[in-house]
């Protein structure tokens, strides 16, 4: 069973500690995936906390995860950067994977961007492509709801028949579109337990089920997020695209070198929507 007042004595000391340390709340929190840290270079730094330093938050496991947060301005925007996740495969639970979420919607974000890196399996797709999430699938087997419910956090059964901001996802469209970046397009994520990769039945699976990326993270941060009654924009740089009949071996290394290849367009569209982003 979920020890609910030990999970909610957990957040709020950590909201406490970071409510104490920076100068006003952010309006948006951005959570950065596998091998796209580099954002924060183009912020204003306020504060830089690394993980370990904040009560109760996880610990990143994952080499390619800074594992900082980072909290200053980014075009115009309050901003809290978390640079690093933590992911189920490395022994969380969903709740705790979203912690941080959870967090940052108390301290005051209104808004978030969460990014990720992921597989390609709509075939039209091709490696660097950027995917504005319209609609995800989770197949994690877990939910950071589960459990009882805070009441003042959010209703115990949250509507998602929208679960990505219309208005973010029609803004990143049209930012894409009047920067010319043709490689940005939208689609359906999925999310699997891994950490072992798709096999090609799966992948046919993955396809079958409507599916066009596939990766190992964001739903739990996206519930959260939306339970809290933040605007969520979800935005997954496509590292490889696999034809299940035509089955290459995927390297993580390879996935990290090829969101990293495609990190400076995504900062770029990150930072003209922050730009364009109203309350």
Excluded at 65 to 75: K, W
Excluded at 108 to 113: C, S
Excluded at 193 to 222: N, Q
Excluded at 223 to 236: D, E, F, I, N, Q
Aim: aromatic share 6%; charged share 20%; with cysteine.
């Amino acid at each position: 069973m979920i020890d609910i007042d030990r999970h909610r004595h957990e957040v709020e000391t950590a909201v406490a500690f970071l409510r104490e340390r920076i100068s006003a709340p952010p309006e948006v929190l951005i959570q950065l995936g596998t091998g796209l840290g580099e954002l924060v270079r183009a912020m204003e730094v306020e504060c830089t906390l690394a993980y370990e330093a904040i009560p109760h938050f996880p610990r990143s496991t994952v080499t390619s995860h800074a594992g900082n947060l980072v909290i200053g301005r980014l075009a115009g925007k309050r901003a809290a950067i978390l640079q690093g996740r933590f992911h189920c495969y490395e022994g969380y639970s969903a709740r705790e994977v979203a912690f941080p979420i959870r967090v940052l919607a108390l301290l005051g974000a209104k808004t978030a961007i969460i990014t990720n890196a992921s597989g390609g399996l709509n075939p039209a797709f091709q490696p660097g492509t950027i995917m504005v999430l319209n609609d995800h699938l989770n197949l994690l087997g877990d939910n950071p709801l589960r459990g009882p419910n805070v009441d003042a956090w959010g209703v115990r059964f949250p509507d998602l028949s929208t679960p990505y901001a219309p208005e973010l996802r029609d803004l990143a469209l049209s930012l894409a579109e009047r920067l010319h970046r043709a490689e940005v397009t939208s689609g359906t994520y999925v999310c699997i337990p891994g950490p072992s990769l798709e096999t090609p039945a799966e992948t046919r699976f993955l396809r079958l089920i409507g599916a066009d990326a596939v990766g190992m993270s964001s739903v739990p941060e996206i519930l959260v997020a939306l339970h809290a009654g933040l605007r969520v924009l979800g935005l997954s740089v496509v590292a490889n695209v696999n034809d299940p009949d035509h089955f290459q071996p995927i390297l993580l290394d390879d996935i990290i070198a090829a969101a990293r290849r495609a990190e400076p367009r995504l900062q770029q569209l990150i930072i003209h929507i922050l730009a364009e982003l109203t309350p």
